[in-house]
DNA sequence: TGGCAGCCTTAATTTTTCTGACCCTAGATT
DNA sequence: AATCTAGGGTCAGAAAAATTAAGGCTGCCA
């Protein structure tokens, strides 16, 4: 029996992190997404803290895993522990680079809504860092070393506009509809984490017409692209084409718009401090000052609608 | 820039608990020391952090290292967090093993205090499984697995017993002995980790005499044994020895007895809840029967006094 | 019913982390 | 001054963790 070599290690902190995000999730997989590893890892790390507690913390179904009661009884507290350690690291970052702000947000997001932006914000916060990660899904915001996050979603707190949606084309395409019947006869582009677009604006005109399905893009800003070239139609998010609409390379060539129950939203899960780097951005996207001085557009089409250009 | 593989893994976990424990504890040896892991370990882990922070946690110094301001605003989060998290192991612990206590002890003490009573204490709680690990340190108890510590230490809280200091020896080679003068001429066995014990015990004497140094243990309970067997004297502390006192193994040959200013104490760093396992060995063994009923001893002069086989 | 997709598990390989033995520096000791 | 000691730092090799890829099980859907 040695004194000295043993050594008692304890729980190890990333099978609880595993453990943690698992139980609040309700699965591997999630578990697994949320850290960023394999769902090999997290089976490992449970099963091996199962092991040294000598007691089951998940029961294994068929269909995934459900907690057991030591399990929900271990959960919030660890929940509440990680979440500490996440505001710990948050502040320490801030600390470590305080002019430096982290956004995460939708590819289609960072490309068509704040690229465009930026510009003039580098020029109102000169000293300021930005830095944008593009990711399919929100990140949880306690965990993941981000200041704010950019995404469509359905609650209204920190709404930054809602999510209005109408077909686009290019000028040249508009000339040739004569109303939304006409659609069936041009390629519906469509996105493929937005499928649904087209069918929901369908939906609202009193005689929906037959969609001709087209090329599907995993990257909505190269579906704006191909429009631009004429490719189709698109379902165009007001959000994200009117920069596109106000300089005339799409137009919206039907009155018809719908808003949908989502809308752009930036938010952050920790408090932003009065004075931070992260707030004065924040605020700043919020008057949201679509920098192009260029005129409310150009319009083509059969009834040219409502001339699409907002006013800032 | 694809958009899938890129993984934002944040601030790793373990290189976090590097720094919290070397912040805390004032140096990368200390906090090596305390995660059970190399300072080389620690260094590395270090230099991870400050390396994604692009900023110095610590300023490195000939004798060690600084915090930086950086590192001094952090540290107060990341202990609370940790902490957060040690707590919340240990309830998971003892949700999972209801009835196992873990105590962390000297070796010392486990041999001599606590093993005689178990036997009792098993009888007292037959349901309770009781688990004991010697360590030369107490440990960090809400970092560590263990309910209950019991070491010597000098706060007064928690205490059983004073540390009261005298020599004893083998009732044969007390009977050569005529006053405190004698032992010069025998060997004076010590403990490694108390080296100081005879020193201590003979300033207490008006005529203090020579000390002749005989061979020293890295394990008072061995240290006993050889005492037992007739090498020598040993400084005995009170609550190690009573029990080879008590049955005549030992005796002590002089009346002048130390009380230094720490004790025996236990304590956990965790609420016990009134009822649960550790609560209940804590309060055990604070009333602390002895098992053997023997009378109380002894207590000696140069004439050995009591015959040396009482029977339990 | 048969294919398909989701979810967890397992085994073998690769990558990351830790160790162990060494060096370096500067204050303390002789 | 020379030596000792108590920190940290460095690097090759060993141990541990993650990945990749394959596999089982179930329910859904055509």
Known sequence: MPVAPPRPKDLPLTALRAFEAAARLGGFAAAAQELGVTPGAITAHIKQLEHSLGAPLFARTPRGVRLTTLGQQALPNFTHAFDALGTAIG?????????????????????????????ALRVAAPDITISITALEQPPNLKRSPYDLSLFFDDTPQGRLAPDVIFPVCAPALAARLNGPQDISRFPCLSDATWSEDWALWAQSLPDPPAIARGPTFSLYALAVEETVNGAG?????????????????????????????????????????????????????????????????????CKPPPPTAPAP
């Open 91 to 119: 502040d320490l970052r801030a600390a470590a680079a305080p002019r430096t702000v982290h956004i995460a947000t939708l590819p289609a997001i960072a490309q068509l809504w704040l690229s465009p932006r930026l510009p």
């Open 233 to 301: 139609l698109l379902i165009g998010h007001e959000s994200l084409v009117s920069g596109h609409l106000a300089d005339g390379r799409l137009v919206a060539p039907f009155a018809s718009r719908v808003t949908l129950p989502r809308g752009l939203r930036l938010w952050s899960d920790r408090p932003l401090r009065p004075g931070s780097a992260a707030r004065l951005i924040a605020d700043w996207l919020r008057r949201a000052p679509l920098a192009s001085p260029s005129p409310p557009v150009t319009q083509g089409a």
